[in-house]
Structure formats: C-alpha cells, structure tokens
C-alpha cells in the first residue's frame, strides 16, 4: 500500500485572474475601431459579457442546432468556465436603440497564454495536443481565439473587418505571435463534409512544426474520399467562413 500526496495547486482563480486584467488599462474598453456605425471594444462589464452570451445562444443554440444543457436552456445563455478568464471583443451597432449591451451584434472570445497557463489551459486542449505545439515554440506568445458569432442581418465583410480590427490593435498590445483555436463543421459526422475534409487534408496541411494532432479519442482521418474525385470549387464553397478564411 502506498499513500500519493496531493499536489498543492497554486493557479490563481479566476476572481484573481479577473482582477488582475482588470488592472490593465487596455482592458478598459476604449473603441479598438470602427467602421461606420459599427464599433468594436472589449467588454467593460458582466452585462456586456452576459449579453454576448445571449447573442452566441441565438447563433449556436436556435440557430444552428447546438446542445444545451438545462441551464442554458433556462438562462438562454452561452456560457462556461471559459468566459471568466477572456477578454470578449464586442462589435456594437451605435445606430441601434437602447442601452449598449443591447447593441452587441458580434462577439470573438481571446484566452491569453499566460491566463490560460495559470488557469490550467487553453479550451482547445479538451480537442487537440495544444500543450504540445506551445512547448515547440517557447518564444512566441500565443493567443486563443473562440466562440466567433455575428448575428444573421450582420454577416457582412464591414463586419468581420471590424472584428479584427480589434484582434489586431489586441495582439499588438500584447505582443501576441501566434494565434489559434477551435473552427467546426456543422454536425458529428465527419462523412457529411468529405469533400471538403479530404481537400484540406491534401492541400492544406501545416509545417509539421505547426502539426496539431486531435487528443486521443478525437482523432479521424480527414482523407476520406479520392482526391482526384474532389472538386475543389465545391469543395471550398463548403467549408465554415472560419475555415474558409
């Protein structure tokens, strides 16, 4: 018989991790840009983030079809542990009536590396050998990016340009090197998209110092047809905008 003592975990929570992105002035919610009558910041309180929430419910949930559980269900609310430790782009319509958490049209959600390490990793750890990639590449700072949603009535280039008119005044702010994150197929059967799957697998493949390799598991190969049997107009036209690029 043997005793294992359990590891004393030192990570700040995330009221301490919160705190201490509060006390960065960037974080205040200054305008990051605009286009027109859109402008994009990042949220300056639990309202804004609630009510990005709100918006990713309508996209995920009535929209598309995701799952929920019984309290998104109730709270009509996208939300997990996540959303505490990132900071929320939001894209407002300053057109719009009402107060601004009402005017949310679009929202990225960004998990910093240092707040992810300390907070015991990135989301897309739970899908892909993130850790893996990170420790190959201990000079560059790494940003995730997630939970991409924009309203129907506003999928429109000025938008997405709003979008990362935020991400870049971010990552220069932070000095950010490389950005990932999670980019999904709509359903659970790969086969569904096996054209535009094995197009990528053939034609898109990283350096292998940037290979990620789903966790264990999770892995299917995405070769699942002919590649002479692919067309690749079709194929293309396919894919999700975020993997589209």
Same mark, same amino acid.
């Given at each position: 018989m043997h005793t294992?003592?359990?590891?004393?975990?030192? !990570?700040?929570?995330?009221?301490?991790?919160?705190?201490?992105?509060?006390?960065?002035?960037?974080?205040?919610?200054?305008?990051?840009?605009?286009?027109?009558?859109?402008e994009v910041r990042l949220a300056r309180n639990g309202a804004e983030i609630a009510a990005a929430q709100e918006v990713r419910y309508r996209v995920f949930y009535d929209e598309?079809?995701? !799952?929920?559980?019984?309290?998104?269900?109730?709270d009509r609310r996208d939300a997990d542990r996540f959303d505490p430790l990132c900071? #929320?782009?939001?894209?407002?319509d300053t057109s719009l009536p009402g107060p601004e958490h009402r005017r949310i049209v679009g929202t990225y959600r960004l998990l910093r590396q240092e707040i992810a390490t300390a907070a015991g990793g990135f989301y897309s750890e739970g899908e892909f050998e993130l850790t893996k990639l990170v420790a190959r590449h201990p000079g560059q700072r790494f940003l995730e990016l997630g939970r991409s949603c924009v309203l129907p009535e506003y999928r429109s280039k000025r938008t997405i340009e709003a979008l990362w008119q935020g991400i870049w005044a971010y990552i220069n702010h932070?000095?950010?090197g490389v950005m990932t994150g999670c980019a999904s197929f709509h359903g659970t059967v790969p086969?569904? #998209?096996?054209?535009?799957?094995?197009?990528?697998?053939? #034609?898109? !493949?990283?350096?292998?110092?940037w290979d990620v390799r789903a966790v264990a598991g999770r892995?299917?190969?995405m070769d699942l047809m002919p590649i002479e049997a692919v067309?690749?107009?079709a194929a293309i036209a396919a894919m999700p905008p975020l993997v589209k690029g």
């Open positions: 294992v003592m359990p590891e004393c975990d030192t !990570r700040p929570n995330a009221s301490a991790l919160l705190g201490a992105r509060a006390a960065d002035a960037f974080a205040s919610g200054a305008p990051l840009g605009r286009i027109g009558n859109l598309l079809g995701a !799952r929920k559980d019984l309290f998104q269900a109730q900071d #929320h782009l939001l894209v407002f932070y000095g950010i086969a569904a #998209h096996a054209e535009a799957l094995t197009y990528l697998a053939h #034609h898109c !493949r990283t350096d292998q110092a892995y299917c190969s067309n690749a107009k």
